[in-house]
């Protein structure tokens, strides 16, 4: 069986400094064809010689190569473990791993600005077609954003007082 693993990042900002407001690590991949939508870090697991990827293993490499958070020395982070979903592909049945993490705002921007000079801008590249925007809840809904269809229905399944807030029309 081919398992995905998909990670949600849900960004709660508890500092004094209040740069944002609560935020979602979005990512947009640019070398995927049309439509391109926004949609939630992660990927298939690695499958090593002697044993597999663990789900969430699976989940801390995806967001280090797709946001450039490497959330393994994130002090205080909260992994949390949403479960899974079953999904079909033309390939035939899956499973869906949905995690969140919640992390520290000045944690993502210094981790971020390894890759980009100006991370209060909210929006970086790790790959030259891998987009990463962190994407302020509120803005999400308000003008309507478009999200992977099928993260956007795993999440409403998994966690549906999340999907609430920051999937106005998906």
């Not at 079953?86 to 969140?100: E, I, N, T």
């Amino acid at each position: 069986m081919n398992t995905d693993n998909i990670a949600l990042c849900f960004l709660q900002v508890n500092d004094a400094k209040k740069h944002c407001t609560p935020c979602v690590i979005l990512i947009k991949d640019h070398r995927k064809p049309e439509p391109l939508v926004w949609k939630f870090p992660g990927g298939t697991g690695e499958m090593a010689i002697d044993e597999p990827e663990t789900p969430r293993e699976t989940m801390m490499r995806e967001i280090l190569e797709e946001t450039g958070i490497d959330i393994a020395y994130a002090r205080n982070v909260t992994l949390q473990d949403y479960g899974t979903v079953q999904a079909r592909s033309q390939r035939g049945p899956y499973d869906v791993h949905m995690f969140g993490a919640v992390l520290d705002y000045d944690f993502v921007m210094n981790e971020v600005k390894r890759y980009h000079p100006h991370p209060e801008r909210h929006t970086w590249f790790v790959e030259p077609d891998i987009e990463v925007w962190l994407a302020p809840v509120a803005e999400l809904v308000e003008n309507n954003v478009e999200f992977n269809r099928n993260h956007a229905r795993w999440l409403r399944e998994l966690q549906p007082t999340l999907a609430n807030l920051i999937l106005s029309h998906n």
